[in-house]
């Protein structure tokens, strides 16, 4: 059984950042994608980035782009998000998710897209 590991939430400003990190205890074929994902309350589940170790190839949605940015750590099996310039509409628990590569006709905003799921860390932005 995987298990992912987040870490890196907290309270900051408009402005300011935070660096979350996804580590997993493992690496199988059930991990070759990795997305972060974040929900605010009353609202639904939005899909930020989505990561593939294979080809390291990254996709950002239009919440995150230009502003949060995906890196690795190869050796830790850990995928960061870097969130820049946040702002308050960014307020919301992260949850780092891991599943196959390629699963046709499910949403990634489905929770039964991904296999394994992080415990979803707090971000608060203030203005």
């Known amino acids: 059984q995987v298990q992912l590991v987040e870490s890196g939430g907290g309270s900051v400003q408009a402005g300011g950042s935070l660096r979350l990190s996804c580590a997993a205890s493992t690496r199988t074929a059930t991990t070759s994608l990795v997305a972060w994902l974040r929900q605010a309350p009353g609202k639904e589940r939005e899909l930020i980035a989505a990561f593939r170790w294979s080809t390291k190839e990254v996709h950002y949605t239009d919440s995150a782009q230009g502003r949060f940015t995906i890196s690795t750590d190869d050796a830790k099996n850990t995928v960061y998000l870097q969130m820049d310039s946040l702002k308050p509409e960014d307020t919301a628990v992260y949850y780092c998710?891991?599943?196959?590569?390629?699963?046709?006709?499910?949403?990634?905003?489905?929770?039964?897209?991904?296999?394994?799921w992080g415990q979803g860390t707090q971000v608060t932005v203030s203005s």
């Open positions: 998710a891991a599943g196959v590569d390629v699963l046709p006709g499910i949403p990634y905003t489905s929770r039964s897209r991904w296999t394994f």
